[in-house]
C-alpha cells in the first residue's frame, strides 16, 4: 500500500467554482502534513502546511481527519491561476523522508 | 537570495555513461535532499543529508551516489546511466531534517538516457 494516496484527477472546474481534493495516508502515526502546489514543468512549492485544528489561507482551506487518516484542501472561487497539480505530502516522523502523493491536476476554465 | 539551484537544467547520456547532478542553496539551511520525478510515481527520495557531514539512503538509492561536499552544496552521482534513470531530478533544502518544515526545490534537470 503506498504511503500516500491522492486521486489524479484532472478536475476542470470553471471559473469561480469551489473544488476539494482528498488524499489519503497509511501510516496513523503521521505527524506533519502539507499541500505543495506545481505548476506544470517547474517545481513544488509549498502552499500551506496542514493543521489539527484545519487552517485557512485566504481562499484556501486545508483539513485533518486523523480518525480516517487523509487530509483535504478545499479552494473557493477558483481563479485561472489556480490551474496546477496539488501534492499532498506526509511526513511520517518515523521514518526518514517525506512522503509525496502523485498530485491531484487542476484545470481552471474561462 | 537565489534559493536552491541546480545544474544542468537538462542533460542527455547514453547508457552507461557518468554524470554528476550539482545543487547548492543560499539559505543556510540544514537538509539537503535528491528526488526524482516520474509520471505516476510522485516524488521518491533518493538520498538526503540530514546535515553537514552525513548522508543516507532514500527511497530509491539504486544507482546513485551523492556527496554532501559543504553545508550549501549536495551532488547526485550516476555512475552508468540505465534508461530506467530517464526522470526530472529535483534538489531540495530545509532548516532541519524531521522538524516538519518547508522543503524548497530548485527547477529541477530533466535526464533523459539513451
Not at chain 1, 15 to 44: H, I, L
Not at chain 1, 51 to 66: K, M, P, V
Not at chain 2, 71 to 100: I, M, N
Request: hydrophobic content about 30%; aromatic content about 12%; charged content about 20%.
Amino acid at each position: 500500500r503506498k504511503e500516500v494516496e491522492q486521486d489524479p484527477g484532472p478536475f476542470n472546474v470553471p471559473e469561480g467554482a469551489t473544488v476539494a481534493f482528498n488524499c489519503t495516508y497509511s501510516n496513523s502515526a503521521s505527524q506533519s502534513f502539507f499541500w505543495y502546489r506545481q505548476d506544470c514543468r517547474k517545481e513544488p512549492k509549498l502552499l500551506m502546511s496542514v493543521y489539527s485544528s484545519g487552517n485557512e489561507d485566504g481562499r484556501f482551506t486545508a483539513q485533518l481527519n486523523r480518525a480516517s487518516q487523509y487530509i483535504s484542501l478545499l479552494i473557493r472561487d477558483s481563479k485561472l491561476s489556480d490551474s496546477a497539480t496539488y501534492l499532498c505530502v506526509v511526513n511520517p516522523r518515523t521514518g526518514n523522508q517525506f512522503y509525496f502523493g502523485t498530485g491531484t491536476s487542476l484545470t481552471v476554465i474561462p | 537570495n537565489a534559493g536552491v539551484t541546480q545544474t544542468p537544467k537538462f542533460q542527455v547520456l547514453k547508457t552507461g555513461q557518468s554524470m554528476t547532478l550539482q545543487c547548492a542553496q543560499d539559505m543556510n539551511h540544514n537538509s539537503m535532499y535528491w528526488y526524482r520525478q516520474d509520471p505516476g510515481m510522485g516524488l521518491r527520495l533518493i538520498y538526503y543529508s540530514a546535515s553537514e557531514g552525513t548522508t543516507d539512503k532514500g527511497e530509491v538509492p539504486n544507482g546513485y551516489n551523492v556527496s554532501r561536499l559543504n553545508k550549501r552544496e549536495f551532488s547526485l552521482r550516476l555512475e552508468s546511466a540505465a534508461p530506467s534513470q530517464t526522470s526530472v531530478y529535483f534538489c531540495a533544502s530545509s532548516e532541519q531534517w524531521l522538524a516538519g518544515g518547508e522543503q524548497f526545490f530548485g527547477p529541477g534537470t530533466r535526464l533523459t538516457v539513451l
